[in-house]
């Protein structure tokens, strides 16, 4: 689930995929930010979770605010290479 956080997803589209209600997605988040020991601000389990998870699970958009809120210098994500395409033998 923080995962999902890290790449920005809200709660009802993070309910949909893990195919759970909304409300649970709720409880998750308090109980993780309750664990962390983190400020009961609305944007600090994305904060922490771009932060502390790889930087391929962040977005550009999540690290400009990483590093406005803790004032960090912006960090260039590496560019993703192209998926190899295999053609099928016949």
Same mark, same amino acid.
């Given at each position: 689930?923080?995962?999902?956080?890290?790449?920005?997803?809200?709660?009802? *589209?993070?309910?949909?995929? &893990?195919?759970?209600? *909304?409300?649970?997605? *709720?409880?998750?988040?308090?109980?993780?930010?309750?664990?962390?020991?983190?400020?009961? *601000?609305?944007?600090?389990?994305?904060?922490?979770?771009?932060?502390?998870?790889?930087?391929?699970?962040?977005?550009?958009?999540?690290? &400009?605010? =990483?590093?406005?809120?803790?004032?960090?210098?912006?960090? =260039?994500?590496?560019?993703?290479?192209?998926?190899?395409?295999?053609? =099928? =033998?016949?």
């Amino acid at each position: 689930m923080i995962q999902l956080i890290g790449r920005q997803h809200n709660t009802r *589209e993070i309910a949909h995929m &893990l195919f759970i209600a *909304e409300k649970t997605v *709720e409880n998750h988040r308090a109980n993780i930010m309750k664990k962390l020991a983190l400020p009961a *601000e609305k944007n600090a389990l994305l904060v922490w979770a771009v932060k502390n998870l790889p930087s391929r699970l962040g977005s550009r958009i999540g690290r &400009l605010v =990483a590093s406005r809120t803790f004032g960090m210098l912006p960090v =260039a994500l590496p560019q993703k290479k192209p998926p190899r395409l295999f053609r =099928a =033998a016949f």
